[in-house]
């Protein structure tokens, strides 16, 4: 039988969303196991015994220099490195807030000095090159599995191309933003969630960060307008998840 | 001298603890958060009323849907909107379901290594693989009924202000129904199992928990009268860690399962409120090691409440009908019970219905200082006798137990 790759789970600053969602694979995850051998996964495991990776997952945005360097030991040690998550691809919500790091200190702990050394948080894709970008907030289990799959098998993973929109016409889900005038960023927005926010009869909120390419962000904007939501609400919005944009 | 141990693994999140050594004594135990902040607080600061939840849920994957409910008690209250009971009781459903979620986690893939002595629940499944399958069905059945109240299993954005998006249907309640049923066996097992874990870590003296079973209206605690959290928890900032220690009337206190059953029994229900007595000499001890076993407890309450719940909803039938919403200038706390203890949102709205102040505190900010006096009494107990191997698993079993989320921890602090 052929080696089993090595897989590395690097966490870095975030909601945990991104490591608990593999965990959430439950009987895929022993299928993943089949392939892959866990190397490093604090989440999970508390053995860490790896000094090189054939596929290293990372999780966060860098916040910290101790995220730096767990960034960096990632990169340095492994083959192929995905920017698992918004957090990782688009800097997600905690990226968002545009203050310098020691205003942003100041105002949330009421001192600016900076003994843990907290960066300004920004996406992984800001700091080093990744050969695999997989966002979502959480992204969807499956679309890991199958990169994880995809990779195990030498074939490069498939990014998706299409809106979160048209998830929403595959479904046949009532348009949220004509009939219900609510402010839904499907229309440019990535897709792969199966449009789960619509599912639930709301508004797309942009997690997954704004499709490249094709969408129309200016169109979105006059949509929007149109329907009443004044300027800094829209820009909030888009801004919300993606104020990073690769 | 410092000893400055690896991070933790198998919690929630990145921390880590430190030992400090003086005349070969140990002096003191720092436990350091070392997750960067994350500025939730600015984050919604601004914002419209309605899109707050959906962003608070994004502090914690674990426990997002305490998050979103938290947030929107708290922005009812500012509004003075009152729910029905269809919405009350669907919503205490979601938080049943990650109660399921988070402790099925918690105690059969983090905990229960430690009882069989693996590093982990994979390589615990090659000679346990029975209990690590039974662990996952139950925490699948929790994401269930998160995916259908939450709106996805992380980070949906179901819950509203006034109500829901999409309300569960017939057959969704009746899966409830019958699951959580077929399911209770499996619970009961794990009480057993998680009995068998002895005392460590220190003992609590005081607990505190929400004046309701897992939501309130305000606090209560082993002492006399409810009240709001302003009033007996004062929070102070660290110099060594992103987070802030917290402190009822002055002295270290315990939120989380263990509190809950100590301070709530007389809610639970006929069969948790059974094994509640059989082991409560034990849990009266107030060692922190048992929360553990009243996590397994409260499994069962759980299941045994989401039953009880979806026959209340089946035989009332589903309205579907939200509640309207008057924004106004207001002030509002939302008190939840996480899995893993008190949560506190507290929103100051202003006239045009945007977040004007907030003021979030998590439980495992709260149990900070008892965390950090637990570890100091275990490596008072190991020092000397142990080597570091054993110790570094003593103290990571000791901060397991309280089932810390450090991803919630970094934004607990004010404006």
Same mark, same amino acid.
């Given at each position: 039988?052929?080696?089993?790759? =090595? ?38 495991? &508390?053995? &860490? ?23 960096? =030991?990632?990169?340095?040690? &492994? ?16 990226? &968002? ?43 969807? $289990? ?16 498939? $990014? ?8 929403? =016409? ?8 004509? =009939? ?44 929007? $307008? ?21 | ?14 921390? /880590? ?11 003191? #135990?720092?436990? /350091? ?13 601004? @914002? ?9 849920? @994004? ?6 849907? +305490?998050?979103? #409910? ?98 569960? *249907? ?7 129904? /019958? ?11 794990? #009480? ?12 609590? *003296? ?11 209206? /305000?606090?209560? +605690? ?9 009033? @007996? ?23 989380? +399962? ?53 026959? *209340?909803?089946?035989?009332? !039938?589903?309205? !579907? ?12 706390? !939302? ?78 602090? @004010?404006?």
């Amino acid at each position: 039988m052929m080696d089993k790759l =090595k897989l590395g789970v690097f966490e870095l600053t975030d909601c945990g969303g991104c490591a608990l969602n593999i965990l959430f694979l439950y009987e895929k995850l022993f299928d993943l196991l089949e392939f892959y051998e866990i190397e490093e996964f604090h989440m999970a495991t &508390s053995l &860490s015994e790896g000094s090189h990776y054939d596929v290293a997952l990372v999780t966060g945005t860098v916040s910290t220099r101790r995220d730096l360097n767990l960034l960096k =030991k990632a990169r340095n040690h &492994s083959e192929y490195l995905i920017a698992l998550g918004t957090c990782a691809t688009h800097g997600s919500v905690q990226g &968002s807030v545009e203050l310098p790091i020691r205003e942003k200190l100041k105002a949330v702990y009421g001192d600016e000095s900076n003994p843990m050394h907290a960066l300004d948080p920004k996406p992984v894709v800001e700091h080093v090159a990744v050969d695999f970008a997989l966002p979502g907030c959480p992204y969807d $289990k499956e679309e890991v599995f199958q990169a994880l799959i995809d990779i195990a098998k030498g074939v490069e993973p498939v $990014k998706k191309d299409y809106p979160v929109c048209l998830e929403c =016409k595959l479904n046949e889900y009532e348009c949220v933003l004509v =009939k219900k005038e609510l402010p839904c960023l499907g229309p440019i927005t990535y897709g792969g969630c199966n449009a789960a926010c619509v599912r639930s009869g709301l508004g797309c909120i942009g997690c997954r960060g704004p499709l490249p390419g094709e969408a129309n962000p200016a169109s979105e904007y006059e949509i929007l $307008k149109d329907k009443g939501y004044d300027d800094e609400y829209i820009v909030r919005k888009f801004k919300t998840f993606a104020r990073w944009e690769p | 001298m410092i000893i400055e141990l690896r991070e933790f693994t198998r919690v929630e999140g990145n921390g /880590k603890a430190e030992i400090v050594i003086e005349d070969g004594e140990v002096k003191d #135990v720092r436990l /350091k958060i070392v997750e960067g902040p994350r500025f939730f607080e600015l984050l919604t600061l601004g @914002r419209h009323y309605y899109d707050v939840p959906d962003l608070e849920a @994004r502090i914690c994957a674990i426990c997002y849907l +305490s998050h979103s #409910v938290a947030s929107v008690l708290g922005i009812e209250r500012a509004f003075g909107v009152e729910v029905p009971e269809e919405i009350a009781l669907l919503r205490e459903l979601g938080l049943i379901g990650e109660l399921i979620e988070s402790h099925a986690l918690h105690l059969y893939l983090l905990v229960a290594p430690d009882v069989f002595g693996y590093p982990d629940a994979i390589r615990m499944a090659t000679k346990h693989g029975e209990l690590v399958k039974e662990g996952i069905t139950i925490k699948a059945f929790g994401n269930r009924i998160r995916e259908l109240i939450g709106g996805r299993e992380i980070h949906g954005i179901n819950v509203k202000p006034g109500g829901f998006g999409r309300y569960p *249907t017939v057959e969704e309640l009746e899966m409830i129904e /019958k699951e959580s049923e077929a399911l209770l066996r499996l619970a009961k097992r794990a #009480v057993r199992l998680f009995a068998s874990l002895g005392p460590y870590g220190a003992q609590a *003296t005081h607990f505190v928990a929400t004046d309701g079973y897992l939501w309130g209206e /305000k606090l209560i +605690s082993d002492e006399e009268g409810s009240f709001h959290y302003t009033e @007996r928890i004062e929070e102070r900032s660290l110099i060594y860690s992103f987070t802030k220690q917290s402190r009822y009337n002055g002295e270290a206190f315990l939120v989380g +399962s263990l509190a809950r059953l100590l301070l709530k029994s007389e809610m639970l229900t006929p069969t948790a409120g059974r094994l509640f007595e059989e082991h409560r000499e034990k849990l009266a001890t107030g060692y922190v090691s048992y929360n553990n076993l009243a996590q397994a407890i409260e499994l069962v309450y759980a299941l045994e409440r989401a039953n009880e719940i979806a026959k *209340t909803l089946l035989d009332r !039938g589903i309205e !579907g009908e939200n509640v309207p919403v008057e924004p106004g200038e207001g002030e509002g706390i !939302g008190y939840v019970e996480a899995p893993r203890g008190v949560l506190v949102h507290h929103y100051r709205i202003d006239a045009n219905g945007k977040v004007a102040y907030s003021n979030i505190i998590t439980p495992t900010a709260l149990n900070h200082v008892m965390m950090e006096a637990s570890l100091l009494e275990e490596a008072r107990r190991l020092h000397g006798k142990a080597d570091d191997r054993a110790m570094v698993q003593r103290l990571e079993e000791t901060v397991r137990a309280f089932d810390p989320c450090i991803s919630c921890s970094v934004h607990i602090v @004010r404006l």
